[in-house]
């Protein structure tokens, strides 16, 4: 997450940069994501790690790159599973073209218009 810089880079470039290392991550240590919704003692890491993604999502938002006709939490449920997709369906590809595919198809669907 941190070398993302969600909080410093451009929108697009921290969103890629975002999206390709979670993905590199969750192929070398893949993790059910149910499993990880209900592990106790990660909670307060994914909380932290959650409200990190909540703010660069609504800095995403104010700077026009999302749409703001959405409800708020749609876009940090929708961009997990996308990259939970790419990172299991998509083994062919590597960590960054997935990331261009999730990117992509992030920005189109809740891309601002």
């Keep these: 997450m941190r070398a993302a810089r969600l909080r410093e880079a451009p929108v697009a470039v921290a969103l890629h ?12 240590w893949p993790v059910e994501l149910t499993r990880l919704k209900a592990d106790e003692e990660i909670h307060g890491r994914r909380d932290t790690l959650i409200g990190e993604l909540d703010a660069f999502l609504e800095r995403a938002v104010s700077e ?7 409800p708020a939490a749609w876009s940090g449920s929708l961009l ?11 083994s062919q590809l590597t960590a ?13 669907g809740l891309g601002a218009r």
Excluded at 64 to 70: C, Q, Y
Excluded at 99 to 108: E, I, M, N, Y
């Design 17 to 28: 940069r975002y999206v390709e290392g979670i993905i590199g991550v969750n192929r070398t």
């Design 64 to 70: 026009g790159l999302l749409r703001a006709d959405l």
């Design 80 to 90: 997990p599973q996308l990259m939970h997709l790419a990172s299991q369906q998509m």
């Design 96 to 108: 960054a073209q997935a990331a261009d595919l999730v990117v992509d198809t992030f920005l189109q």
